[in-house]
Structure formats: structure tokens, C-alpha cells
């Protein structure tokens, strides 16, 4: 990945996405009950949590993140999120904020799709009850769909045309057309690689248009489903439907409106709570470092522990942003100056340096793209100051700790 990934939140409004934003970022976007809260795209600054590499060897105490932080081993590296606003159904022909939406989606490399699981809006976001929720992921996918075939149909006549004089490959053909999308070659090879029996692009009648620009989607935006409010006590007989109807589909649990009120009463130390997990603590579990809960207060930390935390084990939201980093395939990729103590420069203060990269990377293109094309690369070594090649790629916990020698200039 050229650049740092970003992950798109979509949705239809009041499914919930202000609030899953501010669940997993420190931003305060606008929450409201009503649509298009969310009027501009906004970008936040996400934390994924992953078993740093420093529990592995055993260095807890001296992990220092140049970004994002760690504790006891668990580190939150900064993923790019943007919340984009309230699509409705119709979008790609302007209803709604319509096409912009579809605009600012094209620069997010996965999406995250809230799905409000109560039934309690409608597919514009209204209040209402017994809404079937699929509903919404399949017009969501279609919007999508609609928009990219609609740029692609309008022009179709003279991008065949095009294709026949200039004897291009169907991949070079598409990726021009699609590469507004932010496509890259090796996604429409994929894509097309995929359809049986597609035959040559001056061929294609509308029907594989679609198939094709399915399966461009499924490239360019992998989508993970966080089927939120599953506080609501419809949620239960939405949620089974979607996993039967999806099975292939990676789909999370979330309340977001549970995360969003244990991190304040963290905040205000009412609670001790780690995110991401079930665990809660009040004034009874730690009277001296915790402030008392009111009755209220204290009534509602115990349905959130039997309605979402002991039930599902957690908030859901942090694992929905690993989900999202899965289906790109990102592992964290961990960049030392001494191999053998962890270190950076000179200091104590090991594993600053944590990034991103596609499982399977070669090493010597992570080497480049962390250090740059202008340097030369002596050496690469991994934990042990094992030496592996620019070929080797990176898996979890192997080749996955690195240190670049960089050649000395040459002075002549
Ligand atoms: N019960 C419940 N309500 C939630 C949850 N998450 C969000 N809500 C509520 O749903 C409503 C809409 O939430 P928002 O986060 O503003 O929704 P949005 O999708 O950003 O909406 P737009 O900005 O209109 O696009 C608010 O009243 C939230 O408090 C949840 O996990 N459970």
C-alpha cells in the first residue's frame, strides 16, 4: 500500500456511524438522532489494538510508541478513519448528498458498514419499528454498484472503441476507467480472474458489466458489517438473519453507545475499563482510586455488563476496526535501529516505530517504503540479528521486527 490505509465508515444515517467514530478516536463528531448530523466527511484518527511485538520479548515496560500508545503489551497503532455522511437509498442519482458521498468513498481502501440491527430506522434513517435491517446492506452494496456502472455505462461506446484500436488488455482498459477509484492493476486482475467464463470486454452486454463491477468491489472496497446496537433487545432476530443471509460476510457485533459511555465514565474516574474487553470496575471493586456511581448510574453499568459485556464479550467496536485491517490483510510491521535490545537511536525506549504493511510484503519494499528510495540498504536483520533477504516477506511474528543497515555514501 503506497500510502496509509483508510478505512471508510458508511452507513445510512442515524445507523450510528458519528458515534462509532468517536467510540474508536478521540474525535468529537456531531451526534444526533436525526440524518445528516454528519454533513462534511470527516476524518479521524482511529487506534487498532494488536499484541505488540514487545510482549514477545518480553519488554513491556520500556515500550514507547512514537505514535499511539501501548499498555501491558497492548499496543494501538493509528489507523485513518473517515465518516461519511448519510447515504440514502438513490444516492448515486443524487438523492440525499448523493453523489459526494460517493465521491469521498473512493478514497477508502476497506469500509466498515454500521448496520442499525434494532429496526428502529428505516432505510432513510427515520424512526420507525420493525425495520427489516438486510435490507439496508443490500441497498448499500447496490448504491455502490450503481454509481461505479453508471460512470462506466455512460461512457461504454467509446471506451470499447478505445480498447479495440489500441489492442489493450481488458485489466489496462479498466484500470483507466477505474483508477479514479483508486484502483490499482493487480485489483482488476483479480477481479476479472474471478468471473467464469467472462468473455472478451467488446463482448459484454450489460449483465457482466455488473458481474464485473461486482467483483471490482469486492477489491477495492472489502466491507466488514458492524451490526450495531445490539443492545436493543430486536437486535438478537436481526443479527441471526444477516449471518444466515452473509455467511461469507466478516460481521461484529457492536454497541457503540456502550463504548462511547464506559470511555467517558473512564474519563471522569468513575470506572476502571479496558477497551476492548468485558472487564468493568467501580467504586466497590476499587474504593480508593474510583469515585462513587450514583444509583442510576451504577444500575445502568449493570445492564450494559448483562445486556452487551458478559453477552458478547465486549463493546464489539474495537474488534470491528480489526476486522477491517483483517480483510486488507495488515499486520504490523516493527522497525528498530539495534536488533538486539529494540531500540531506537540511542535511547531506552524500545519498538517507537510500528507500521502497517500487507501481510506477504517483501521486506525490501517495506525497507523502501519506510526508509525512502534514496538510501541504500545494506542489511536487513531480523530478531537473533538474523539476516534476511529483500525476498523475504513479512508474516505475523516472523520478519515482522526489522532492522535496515543502511550502506555508508559513497565519497567518490
Ligand atoms: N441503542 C443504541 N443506540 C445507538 C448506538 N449507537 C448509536 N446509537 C444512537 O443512534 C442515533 C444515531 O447515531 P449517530 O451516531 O448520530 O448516527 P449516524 O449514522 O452518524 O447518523 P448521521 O450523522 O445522520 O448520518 C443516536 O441517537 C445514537 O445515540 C448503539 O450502539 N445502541
Redesign the pocket.
Known sequence: MPRDPLIGIV????????????SLTDAA??????????IEPNKATGYLQVDCACSRVGKEDLCKPNYGWCSNGKRHIPVMLL?V??LVPGAHSGRGLGNKFLDDLRHADALIH?V?V?GT?DAE?KNTRGYDPLNDIVWLQDEIRLWIEGNLKKRWGSIVRRHTATKSSAVDTLQAQFGGYGSQATMIQKALARIEDLPPLEEWDDEWITKVVKSFMMEKFPTVLAL?????PDADKNVSKIMMKYPDTKAVL???????FLRKLKKQGFIHYEEGTEFVDTFEDDPENLKELDEKLLNRIENIRDLVLYRFGS?GVLQVLQAATDVLGLIPVYTVKNIQTFTGGNGTNVFRDCFLVKKGTPVGKVSRYIMGGEVTIAAIETVGGIRVSEEAVVEPGKNDILSFKIAPRSTA
Open positions: 452507513g445510512k444515517p442515524s445507523s450510528g456511524k458519528s458515534t462509532t467514530l468517536n463528531a456531531a451526534v444526533g438522532a436525526f440524518p445528516f448530523t454528519t465518516d455522511a448519510g454500521v442499525d434494532s430506522t434513517g450495531n446496537k445490539m443492545d436493543h457492536t454497541s457503540a453507545i456502550t463504548e462511547v463493546t
